[in-house]
C-alpha cells in the first residue's frame, strides 16, 4: 500500500511534456508511480483530484531569506505560494561570515539594498554563527515548511576578511586577502553552499548610501574567488549587474575560470531599454560555447507599490506629512480623512523638491492596484491619464485613491520590464531557451514589492488571463518555475512529476486561482512592516511527501530541509 496516492489529477510533470490527466503515488517521501487512472494501488490516504492541476512545486531560485528563515519557520508569503524550494544569499547581501560586533554593517547593507528594515534584522537574528559553515549549520537545525539553500555573498565574505576596507568598493584586496577570502569561500562550497553571489549595479547601496562592497571588484579578486569555486568543483556563480561595457566578458572569464554555471540577472530599464537583448545574446552565445549559462528573468513589471504605510509614496517629503510622521497610522489617516484642507494643502502646496519632480514623471506609469490585480495595465489607466481626463491634479487623484480602503490601498509604478507599457518584452523574455523564472526578491523590498507572489501570475496571467497580447502554454510555464529553476542549481532530484523524484507538488483548482490584493500588515519582528499578498486556489502543498499546506493554511507540519551543495541532487 502507498502511503498517498493522488487520483485524476491533470498532471504538468515539470519537463515541458504535455500534460495527461493520472495517478500519482508516493512512497517514502518520493514519487512511487506516475500512471493512467485506476493502474494504481491504494494509498494509506487518497486524495480524489479530478478537475486539479498537479505540479511540482515552485522553485525560487532568488529569494532574500537569509534573516527570515532563522525566526520564521513557514517564509511566508512564499509558502503561500507553492513555493518548495528557497534559495537565498543573492545579490552579493546576506549575514555570513560575520565578525563579532561588525553585524551592524551587514545589516545596515540589507536594509539599503533590500529594504528590510535595520529594526526587523536586529531583532529578528540572533547571530549564533561567526563563519559560513556555522549559519548553515544553525539554517540546518530548524524546521520549516519548505527546502532552503545558501549561497556565500560576496559583501559579507569581503567585509569578514578586509574589515571597514572591505566595505570600500575602490578598496582593493591585497594577495593575503584575496587568498583568504578564497579560502572562506572554498571552505563554505564544502560545507553545502550553493553559490557565491555579487552586485555590480549603483541600484545596490546599504541605507548609508554606500555601494555594494564588489561592485569594483577588479579581475585579480574575481579570478581569485573563480579559483576557490574550481577547487571546490561546486557552486553557481549569480550576479546582478548594470552590464556596463565589459561586463559580461569579466563575469564569463570568471566562470570559465570556476568551470561553474554562471547565472546572471536579466531586466529591462528605461535607460537603456535594448540592453537587456544585448546581454541575452552574450548568454546564449556563452552557451553555445559550452558554458552553462542561465539569465534569470521575472514574469510581471518590476514594479513598486506606493501606500500611505508603505516605503514611498508622492507626499514622503511634503513639510505637512513629516509633521505626521510619528503619529501611529490610524491616527494619520483619520486626520487625512477627515481634514479636507489638509488634503487640499497636500496637494497644491507641495514642495518643489527632487522627489516631488521625480513624482510628477512616476504617476505618468503609475496605476490603481484594484480586486483584478492587473500587472499589464494599459497606459490610459494611469494615474495621471485619468487625472487629465477629468480635468484633476494627477497628485488629488493619487491621495484620493491612497486613502481607499481605510488608507491602506496600494498604487503600483512598474519601473522596469515597462517601458512599452505592455508585457511583450517579458514574453520575449520567458520564451529564450536560456532563461529560467528567479527576480521575485521574496523576503526583500518589504515596504515596495511582494513579488513572491510571481509564482501564481505566472500561471494566471500567462496562462489564463491576459488580454493584451498572447499566452504561453501552463505546460511552459510549469517548467519554467520547476525543473528549470532547479537544473539552474543543481538540485536534480526536484521539480518533475516522475518515479524517484522528490515528491514536492502542488494540486491547484487552477478555474479558481486567483491573487489577492496586496496588503501591508505589521507583523516582523519588532512590530515591523512588510507588504504581502495571499492566493485563493491552492488546494494542497506536498514537501517530501508531507501536507504542508491545505486551501491557504498551513496543516503545521515542517519537513523541510537545508539543502547542502551537491548533497541536494540525488539523481
Not at 39 to 61: K, M, N, S
Not at 490 to 496: F, N
Amino acid at each position: 500500500m502507498h502511503d498517498l496516492v493522488v487520483r485524476g489529477a491533470r498532471v504538468i510533470d515539470g519537463t515541458g511534456a504535455a500534460g495527461r490527466v493520472a495517478d500519482v503515488a508516493v512512497d517514502g517521501g518520493v514519487i512511487a508511480v506516475v500512471a493512467d487512472p485506476g493502474a494504481v494501488g491504494p494509498g494509506r490516504r487518497e486524495i480524489i483530484a479530478e478537475g486539479l492541476l498537479l505540479t511540482p512545486g515552485w522553485v525560487d531560485i532568488h529569494t532574500h531569506y537569509d534573516g527570515q528563515a532563522t525566526w520564521d519557520p513557514y517564509l511566508t508569503p512564499s509558502s503561500w505560494h507553492g513555493v518548495t524550494t528557497a534559495v537565498f544569499g543573492n545579490c552579493s547581501v546576506g549575514f555570513a561570515p560575520v565578525r563579532p560586533g561588525s553585524e551592524a554593517y551587514l545589516i545596515n547593507l540589507m536594509e539599503g539594498v533590500e529594504d528590510i528594515p535595520e529594526t526587523v534584522l536586529a531583532e529578528g537574528i540572533d547571530f549564533r554563527w561567526e563563519s559560513f559553515p556555522e549559519y548553515l549549520d544553525v539554517l540546518a537545525s530548524t524546521p520549516r515548511i519548505m527546502d532552503i539553500g545558501a549561497q556565500v555573498p560576496h559583501a559579507a565574505l569581503r567585509y569578514y576578511v578586509m574589515g571597514e576596507r572591505g566595505a570600500d568598493f575602490a578598496e582593493t584586496p591585497d594577495a593575503a586577502e584575496i587568498t583568504r577570502m578564497g579560502e572562506l569561500l572554498e571552505a563554505s562550497l564544502h560545507a553545502g553552499a550553493l553559490g557565491f553571489t555579487t552586485s555590480r549595479t549603483v541600484k545596490h547601496r546599504a541605507a548609508d548610501g554606500r555601494l555594494t562592497p564588489g561592485y569594483g571588484a577588479e579581475e585579480a579578486e574575481l579570478t581569485g574567488l573563480a579559483q576557490a569555486m574550481k577547487r571546490a568543483g561546486a557552486g553557481v556563480l549569480e550576479v546582478n549587474s548594470d552590464f556596463g561595457e565589459g561586463d559580461f566578458a569579466r563575469l564569463r572569464a570568471a566562470a570559465e575560470i570556476a568551470g561553474r554555471p554562471l547565472s546572471v540577472l536579466l531586466v529591462q530599464v528605461d535607460k537603456a531599454p535594448d540592453l537587456w537583448r544585448e546581454t541575452l545574446e552574450q548568454v546564449g552565445e556563452a552557451c553555445a560555447d559550452g558554458l552553462e549559462v542561465t539569465a534569470q528573468v521575472g514574469s510581471r513589471p518590476i514594479g513598486m507599490l506606493m501606500g500611505l504605510e508603505a516605503t514611498m509614496h508622492p507626499f514622503t517629503t511634503h513639510p505637512l506629512w513629516l509633521e505626521m510622521s510619528d503619529l501611529p497610522p490610524r491616527e494619520r489617516f483619520a486626520r487625512l480623512a477627515g481634514e479636507a484642507e489638509l488634503r487640499r494643502r497636500l496637494v497644491e502646496e507641495r514642495p518643489d523638491d527632487e522627489h516631488v519632480r521625480w513624482m510628477g514623471q512616476v504617476l505618468r506609469r503609475t496605476f490603481e492596484l484594484d480586486e483584478a490585480v492587473d500587472y499589464e495595465p494599459a497606459a490610459a489607466l494611469s494615474i495621471a491619464a485619468r487625472a487629465a481626463a477629468q480635468g484633476r491634479d494627477p497628485f488629488d487623484l493619487a491621495l484620493e485613491l491612497l486613502l481607499a480602503s481605510d488608507g491602506r490601498a496600494l498604487l503600483l509604478h512598474p519601473f522596469e520590464n515597462y517601458c512599452a507599457g505592455d508585457l511583450e518584452v517579458v514574453k520575449e523574455m520567458l520564451e529564450d531557451p536560456h532563461t529560467v523564472c528567479g527576480v521575485a526578491d521574496a523576503g526583500a523590498h518589504v515596504g515596495i514589492i511582494c513579488d513572491a507572489s510571481s509564482p501564481t501570475s505566472l500561471l494566471t496571467h500567462w496562462g489564463r488571463d491576459r488580454s493584451r497580447g498572447d499566452r504561453l502554454p501552463l505546460e511552459f510555464l510549469v517548467r519554467k518555475q520547476t525543473s528549470a529553476t532547479a537544473r539552474t542549481y543543481g538540485l536534480l532530484d526536484r521539480g518533475v512529476i516522475a518515479p524517484g523524484y522528490k515528491a514536492d507538488f502542488n494540486l491547484i483548482d487552477f478555474d479558481a486561482l486567483r491573487l489577492h490584493r496586496p496588503e501591508l500588515i505589521y507583523d516582523l519582528p519588532a512590530g515591523g512592516r512588510r507588504i504581502i499578498q495571499k492566493a485563493d486556489g491552492y488546494r494542497h502543498t506536498f514537501v517530501s511527501g508531507v501536507e504542508v499546506m491545505r486551501d491557504g493554511e498551513a496543516t503545521g507540519e515542517l519537513p523541510g530541509q537545508l539543502l547542502r551543495g551537491a548533497q541536494a541532487a540525488r539523481r
